[in-house]
């Protein structure tokens, strides 16, 4: 199966409106703590240690998707975790021209309210169309994790979305892409439900099975664990250049020991599949590629190249991202999808002049958003799958042979111990740690002496 048949693209999020406005518009960016202080207040400090976790499950490494509870009672929908673009939304319960997935029925809902405002969600090739409603929304397990009034879209029709293997999407950036509506994160931050506008994203890699694997793709909403998903003990923060997007500053881009490109931007996107970049920049990479590998063009667009599948470490160059002069390297093993002795080239060309980095980035970082800092962090991934495993085993393998020789060498010194101990009386007790009192050695000497 060639990865062109489910790979998605979520880029750049535009939308159309309908009707003239959408009620409640909000800042766009930075959020204002005074006007949340006192809700902060009634933050249960029991809610706050419950687990703000929602594991994220990772489909072929081409989409990752978790759960969010719409409703009243609530119904429980898979989306897509994107943070290329602001809006969640699911689709009407009785829509024909929908993806194949669960339709929320708004009719058995007490809590669900029509704004009678129609819009159009445009993502690339795909498309969304449906009315903007308010409701009760619960991500992940953590009951806590609750907005009241949170703004979606109820779509009645939708676009390209038949490789969607989500009931929907969960758009995780700012409120500049969805016209002022307030997002899930920074309604939870203003509702005071959290006490900060931040999430933090690990993406598991499962080499393009089926199979899931181990540390789980998870998002940790308010907080983060350096310790389960990165090989080290801080982030490095990078401030974002606008307020829309989770865009950074593109200093200079490396492929190999040849550069690209600089002084471009960046934008991270969990709903992109691949890395799209600028067309001069991605002719430059297959240019190099065409004459150092014999790389061609394959189907569907993809450049291919010839090679060793079961030798990808160090045969392709690192693609480094300079952001915001900090280097971020993309090992060549790691955006190509390899297969029967060929290598497709996860790189795409985009008419831009903006990278977009999906999760060929992303699974390399383990990643801080943080909204009201307006600033990304990125820290060195945890490696995941078989590697992980196979590392985790070999760990303990050494463990056991540590403890293992430890025991041995205690016990051959309490052997040794006591087989002097009854070998040899006298001084020797007293050598080894004065052990018998030395009238009782007397004795022993005395009871040893032959009798005349």
């Known amino acids: 199966m060639y990865w062109s048949l489910f790979i998605l693209h979520l880029t750049s999020a535009s939308i159309s409106i309908d009707i003239e406005k959408i009620h409640k518009p909000i800042d766009e960016l930075l959020l204002d703590y005074k006007e949340s202080n006192e809700k902060l207040q009634r933050i249960s400090n029991q809610d706050l240690l419950r687990s703000p976790k929602s594991y994220i499950t990772n489909h072929l490494n081409t989409q990752y998707y978790g759960k969010v509870h719409i409703g009243t009672p609530s119904s429980t ?26 339709q929320f029925d708004y009719e058995e809902s007490s809590s669900y309210i029509s704004n009678d405002t129609y819009i159009t969600l445009d993502y690339g090739q795909s498309s969304a169309y449906g009315v903007v409603s308010t409701e009760r929304v619960r991500i992940g397990d953590n009951t806590a994790l609750q907005a009241i009034d949170q703004y979606f879209v109820l779509a009645v029709f939708d676009i390209e979305f038949e490789n969607l293997h989500a009931d929907g999407i969960l758009g995780l950036a700012f409120s500049g892409l969805s016209k002022g509506t307030s997002p899930l994160i920074q309604t939870l931050r203003r509702q005071g439900v959290i006490r900060n506008a931040r999430f933090s994203i690990y ?18 909403i308010d907080g983060f664990d350096l310790h389960k998903y990165s090989t080290v003990t801080k982030f490095t923060y990078i401030d974002l250049v606008k307020g829309y997007h989770w865009e950074v500053p593109l200093s200079s881009l490396n ?3 040849n550069t690209i490109a600089k002084k ?16 001069s920049d991605v002719a430059a990479i297959y240019n190099t590629l065409q004459k150092s ?7 569907f667009g993809f450049l291919e190249c010839p090679c060793n599948t079961k030798k990808l470490s160090n045969y392709f160059p690192d693609l480094t991202f300079y952001l915001g002069n900090y280097p971020f390297a993309v090992p060549g093993k790691t955006y190509v999808l390899a297969a029967n002795d060929t290598c497709q080239i996860l790189i795409q060309p985009i008419d831009s002049t ?12 383990y990643i801080n958003f943080d909204m009201d800092k307006a600033r990304i962090g990125f820290a060195k991934a945890k490696p995941s799958g078989k590697k992980a495993d196979e590392e985790a085993h070999y760990d ?57």
């Open 264 to 279: 471009e931007t960046a934008i991270i996107s969990t709903g992109e599949s691949l890395l799209l970049g600028p067309k």
């Open 203 to 220: 993406l598991n890699d499962n080499d393009f099975e089926e199979e899931d694997v181990s540390p789980r793709s998870a998002m940790i």
């Open 293 to 299: 590998f014999g790389c061609y063009n394959g189907p």
């Open 396 to 452: 303990w393998l050494l463990i056991l042979i540590v403890v293992g020789s430890c025991v041995v060498v205690i016990s051959n010194a309490i052997g040794c111990y006591i087989y002097c101990r009854n070998r040899r009386k006298g001084a020797a007790f007293t050598q080894i740690g004065g052990l018998l009192p030395e009238h009782n050695i007397e004795e022993e000497k005395e009871d040893e002496m032959p009798k005349f």
């Open 354 to 365: 903006y990278w977009v980095l999906g999760d060929v980035f992303i699974r390399n970082w």
């Open 255 to 257: 492929f190999g020991s």
């Open 77 to 102: 929908f898979k989306v897509l975790f994107d943070t290329g673009s602001s809006w969640l939304w699911v689709t009407s319960k009785g829509c024909e021209f929908c993806h194949e997935c669960k």
